[in-house]
């Protein structure tokens, strides 16, 4: 999975759909300093050396043509999900789900990564007459369709409407703690709390550390454990936005520096890749 909150909660629902039907799982969320966006070669060796011999993408992957026949190289079968827009040659894979395929026949196309994560589930689940146990899914679904700020038209509506009717009356333990820490109140969340209280203090393990904290707050069965994770990616979303303020001041004062152009450029070695993003996304504005 990827390691924001779309790729994140996409890998809780493949995980929870696959243990459902009797799968052994074991996941791998590559670190965004270290490996970059994608799927991560290091991360199909590591599983195939836990005893993986399926793999399964989420949120990632399309494009990762040279990381798909490493896992071929290496007797691991792959499925990719991903919702990014495919390049003209697909990833060799024992299949490519992806609405955005120029083959495709499915009559929406602008799911976010965990709503294609979530389609392949529904087509499992269909096949073992398990489908009703999904909807239990459709808060993640909704975290990361918001989080992703993907089009709200079409499916992702709905999944967002009964997603969020789902999560006000959540009984996972991790997020009843972060509901509670963020100061929400059960039964009138929106998708608004999700955009600016729940989702950044998701997104902030894969912005400044590592996501495995965020997937396993969304999954474990632990209130002790949910409490203190909770509070972990609390602190961690502080220092995101202190980290993002300096980094904008600093970036700020380049620009201010230089004589109006058609073509404005800031750089430094100090920026952490984790928020400049955030950064230029600002800038970009004013």
Request: glycine content about 10%; charged content about 20%; some cysteine.
């Amino acid at each position: 999975g990827d390691f924001d909150v779309d790729g994140v909660t996409a890998t809780a629902v493949l995980i929870e759909g696959m243990e459902k039907l009797g799968a052994r799982t074991v996941q791998y969320i590559p670190d965004r300093v270290g490996e970059g966006h994608g799927l991560s070669a290091d991360g199909i060796a590591s599983l195939r050396d836990q005893g993986a011999s399926l793999a399964i993408t989420c949120d990632c992957g399309i494009s990762d043509l040279g990381e798909a026949e490493k896992a071929a190289a290496l007797g691991v079968d792959l499925i990719v999900t991903d919702h990014h827009v495919p390049l003209a040659t697909l990833p060799r894979a024992l299949a490519v789900v992806n609405a955005k395929r120029r083959d495709s026949k499915y009559g929406f196309t602008e799911f976010a990564g965990v709503g294609i994560a979530f389609k392949l589930m529904q087509a499992l689940h269909q096949g073992w007459n398990t489908s009703t146990w999904l909807e239990g899914l459709l808060e993640l679904v909704a975290l990361g369709t918001v989080a992703d700020m993907v089009a709200l038209v079409g499916e992702n509506r709905h999944f967002v409407r009964k997603g969020l009717e789902v999560l006000n009356r959540t009984t996972r333990p991790g997020l009843q703690a972060l509901i509670a820490l963020s100061g929400l109140t059960p039964g009138s969340i929106t998708s608004g709390d999700i955009s600016w209280a729940l989702g950044p203090r998701i997104n902030s393990a894969g912005r400044m550390d590592n996501a495995s904290v965020s997937l396993r707050l969304l999954m474990t069965d632990s209130a002790s454990e949910a409490a203190e994770l909770a509070a972990n990616l609390d602190s961690t979303n502080a220092d995101r936005q202190r980290i993002t303020s300096e980094v904008y001041e600093m970036a700020r004062a380049q620009l201010d520096a230089q004589p109006p152009s058609a073509l404005l450029m800031a750089t430094g070695d100090a920026y952490p890749e984790g928020v400049i993003g955030l950064v230029a996304g600002r800038l970009s504005k004013e």
